[in-house]
């Protein structure tokens, strides 16, 4: 996990104008000047591994955009500092988990679909999935209206 947050905030740090990002004093470098501490409480739980990735970078977007992440969503994602969101395991369990906190919309890897046969049917007709490869899809889904901006040239999608 603590990878997975090195990258997420290496990968905002250098897409941060093209998604205009900033700090609180307006700084085109979000994190000068500021230090970012990350707690995942829940001792119980196990959280370990890449999987919380695109949960990061969402998570630090909507801090340093002011925007707020939707409320009926839930993500799962290893991600790459070219921008890309890779396939993660234990998706039936994370999607029931979902499921029975009502949430309404899961994102996903793309490669992970084939992973969503293994979910009841009654799961899979009662929930909106969307299935990405790259960060700006994630960005643009999590937010109501999208996100502004692209990521830099040479860091787009690859379906």
Request: proline share 6%; net charge neutral.
């Given at each position: 996990?603590?990878?997975?947050a090195?990258?997420?905030?290496?990968?905002?740090?250098?897409?941060?104008?093209?998604?205009?990002?900033t700090?609180?004093?307006?700084?085109?470098?979000?994190?000068?000047?500021?230090?970012?501490?990350?707690?995942?409480?829940?001792?119980?739980?196990t959280k370990?591994?890449?999987?919380?990735?695109v949960t990061?970078?969402?998570?630090?977007?909507s801090?340093?955009?002011?925007?707020?992440?939707?409320?009926?969503?839930?993500m799962?994602g290893?991600?790459?500092?070219?921008?890309?969101?890779?396939p993660?395991?234990g998706?039936?369990?994370k999607?029931l988990?979902?499921?029975r906190a009502?949430v309404k919309?899961?994102?996903?890897?793309?490669?992970n679909e084939?992973?969503?046969?293994?979910l009841?049917?009654?799961v899979?007709?009662?929930l909106?999935?969307?299935?990405?490869?790259?960060?700006?899809q994630?960005?643009?889904?999590?937010?109501?209206?999208?996100?502004?901006?692209?990521?830099?040239?040479?860091?787009?999608?690859?379906?």
């Amino acid at each position: 996990m603590k990878e997975s947050a090195h990258l997420a905030i290496s990968w905002l740090r250098a897409n941060a104008k093209a998604y205009q990002l900033t700090n609180i004093v307006g700084a085109p470098d979000p994190l000068e000047g500021s230090d970012i501490h990350l707690h995942f409480p829940a001792g119980a739980v196990t959280k370990d591994g890449p999987s919380a990735g695109v949960t990061i970078v969402t998570c630090l977007a909507s801090l340093f955009s002011g925007r707020l992440v939707r409320s009926d969503v839930a993500m799962s994602g290893e991600i790459t500092l070219r921008g890309l969101v890779l396939p993660v395991g234990g998706i039936k369990d994370k999607v029931l988990a979902a499921y029975r906190a009502g949430v309404k919309c899961v994102i996903l890897p793309k490669r992970n679909e084939k992973d969503l046969e293994d979910l009841p049917a009654n799961v899979r007709a009662n929930l909106d999935f969307i299935m990405v490869s790259s960060l700006d899809q994630v960005l643009n889904s999590a937010f109501d209206g999208g996100f502004p901006g692209t990521a830099m040239p040479g860091l787009q999608k690859a379906d």
